[in-house]
């Protein structure tokens, strides 16, 4: 994130007058007096740098946590920020790094925010256990996805957390996170299904995937099954949300019978969707293509999401 040094920068808190979630800007005049409304929070300076001598994010200097009651502080967002400025020298280490920081912030205050960062902690943690323990073939090539894909996150959260655009997937997730009547396992599906649909082909295309990366890539993807188990509980003990009947079968294909219906263990296949943005990385990658991928993606996400909605409503979910 680039500062100008024209003007003094500070934070100002809005919410959209669409009432679709609250979110921190960058103001230009250092006069100006951010509302408190939704989420409520106090400006404050805190001149120092997010990371510790350890290389780790904490809450502040003094291992307070940064709160506004159920959402994070401005000065926690300053520090958030900080996080999602990737720089060009990252590696899946300092990504790593970067992921905890913010789940971190947002676990000490419960932010709906943070449901998705919880679960990637442990995502971005095992494919680098699985680098370090060859049990990929190309070593630069996964961290170099590790890399591109968590920026593509960070790039949304941190135009969230400004006020501004990110894409329409990422969008429509903070407005589910941030609406009280939308269940929490629907919003954290929800980012899971924004990250594998529409970041996840384009990563691909931007490190240079070629076929030859197609086992390295469907090995990764069975990988992430074996910590399910870990960022379901930690959504129990952070954010008070059961989504494990969802995600084991949206995981494991163990879906309990006659809960979510046809259409749901059909459309709501993990491996499927992984094996969808795969062709659409070489679609992207045609000059003829492009148009075809974006189709695809943007009909896959709304299509799952339509499917979410109706166990919302329903309470099953």
């Known amino acids: 994130m680039t500062k100008s040094s024209s003007f003094a920068i500070l934070f100002g808190l809005t919410v959209l007058a669409s009432g679709c979630g609250p979110t921190y800007v960058f103001e230009e005049d250092p006069n100006y007096q951010g509302t408190q409304e939704d989420r409520t929070a106090k400006t ?3 001149g120092s740098d997010a990371q510790d001598e350890s290389g780790n994010y904490d809450a502040d200097d003094n291992g307070e946590k940064l709160c506004a009651g159920e959402f994070i502080s401005m000065e926690a967002a300053y520090e958030m920020l900080e996080l999602t400025n990737v720089g060009n020298n990252e590696d899946m280490y300092s990504i ?4 905890d920081g913010i789940a971190s912030l947002f676990e000490d205050c419960s932010d709906p925010w943070g449901l998705f960062p919880t679960t990637y902690r442990h995502i971005t943690n095992r494919i680098i256990e699985a680098i370090e323990d060859g049990e990929i073939e190309d070593e ?3 961290d170099a996805i590790v890399v591109d894909f968590a920026s593509r996150y960070f790039a949304g959260l941190e135009a969230a957390l400004q006020g501004e655009e990110p894409s329409w997937a990422w969008d429509h997730y903070y407005y589910l996170a941030d609406n009280p009547d939308v269940s929490r396992t629907r919003a954290v599906v929800n980012a899971m299904i924004a990250h594998l649909t529409l970041d996840l082909p384009h990563a ?7 076929d030859d990366h197609e086992n ?3 090995v990764l993807g ?3 099954i074996d910590i399910v188990p870990d960022f379901t509980q930690d959504l129990v003990d952070y954010y008070d949300t059961d989504a494990e009947d969802l995600l084991n079968g949206f995981f494991f294909g163990d879906w309990i019978d006659g809960v979510f219906g046809e259409d749901t263990t059909i459309t709501l296949n993990y491996q499927t969707i992984r094996t969808k943005s795969w062709n659409n990385r070489w679609l992207l990658e045609q000059w003829w293509g492009g148009w075809m991928a974006d189709s695809e993606i943007y009909t896959a996400f709304w299509t799952i999401d339509g499917i979410l909605a109706t166990l919302d409503a329903a309470g099953t979910i």
């Not at 790593?96 to 992921?99: E, M, Q, T």
């Not at 691909?204 to 070629?210: D, F, S």
């Open 204 to 210: 691909l295309v931007a490190i240079g995937t070629t």
């Open 44 to 46: 404050s300076d805190t």
């Open 140 to 142: 630069e090539w996964g």
């Open 96 to 99: 790593y790094d970067r992921v």
């Open 222 to 224: 069975e990988l992430m």
């Open 216 to 218: 390295d890539y469907f």
